[in-house]
């Protein structure tokens, strides 16, 4: 059963700070990887999608970058804003386009 | 872009009242949804999925008569929440890929908060 784990749970920065969230998965049969944003009470905005044959995306401020081999993928923010703060979550996509979800990093991103 | 509508965005009832929540794909069709279940402070759990003209597909552990899941087109499926108790709970989401294939990313709706009392 495929497990998804991100650290760290929760993250405090001041503003303009680059910072890394991390996602790593139990089970490398995997076909693609997306990282959402989620605001209290809201549904998911989906961020990026790095395809299983990818090494990274990017749009603007953010990177994200997937080591399939080893389980893991990284989500990059650079200049972090206040706007930014929000829950980050990571989900693997396997068999039957299925996401399994990681636990959620909560981002808070202080004046 | 792809836009996932959710209807209601909340719902509070009393134990035993069933409740529908709707998901529409807006400007694409889906011949797959999925519906999600969330608890406080928890990450988003997969309970089906949510196929146009067919029976739904239940992940284990979750009851198929207590979350009942119709497709009835390619851009509409509804979770009605049976006969619904305080442990139902909880906020419910759905979401949808334009098209078949593993490289489409998925939408999602602004899901559902459901409180029972």
């Known amino acids: 059963k495929q497990e998804v784990t991100q650290i760290p749970a929760a993250l405090s920065v001041p503003e303009g700070e680059n910072l890394v969230l991390n996602c790593s998965f139990t089970?490398?049969?995997?076909?693609?990887l997306q990282w959402f944003r989620q605001d209290p009470g809201k549904g998911l905005t989906s961020l990026l999608l790095?395809?299983?044959?990818?090494r990274e995306q990017t749009s603007g401020r953010l990177n994200a970058s997937l080591d399939k081999s080893s389980g893991r993928s990284t989500l990059y923010i650079a200049a972090s804003q206040p706007g930014d703060s929000a829950t980050y979550l990571c989900?693997?996509?396997?068999?039957?386009?299925?996401?399994?979800f990681g636990t959620g990093t909560q981002l808070k991103v202080e004046l | 872009g792809a836009v996932v509508s959710q209807h209601p965005s909340w719902v509070i009832c009393k134990s035993g009242t069933s409740v529908k929540i709707e998901c529409r794909s807006l400007?694409?069709?889906?011949?797959?949804m999925f519906w999600y279940r969330q608890f406080p402070k928890q990450s988003l759990m997969l309970m089906a999925t949510?196929?146009?003209?067919?029976?739904?597909?239940?992940e284990q552990g979750v009851e198929k008569d207590k979350f009942l899941i119709n497709h009835a087109s390619l851009t509409l499926s509804t979770l009605t929440v049976t006969s619904a108790h305080p442990e139902d709970s909880s906020f419910y989401i759905c979401?949808?890929?334009?098209?078949?294939?593993?490289?489409?990313?998925?939408?999602f709706g602004d899901g559902t908060r459901l409180s029972i009392l």
């Open positions: 979401s949808a890929s334009p098209a078949t294939g593993r490289n489409q990313p998925q939408h």
């Open positions: 089970d490398s049969a995997i076909y693609n």
């Open positions: 790095i395809q299983s044959s990818q």
């Open positions: 989900a693997v996509i396997g068999g039957g386009n299925k996401l399994t």
């Open positions: 400007d694409f069709q889906a011949t797959t």
């Open positions: 949510s196929n146009e003209g067919s029976k739904a597909t239940y």
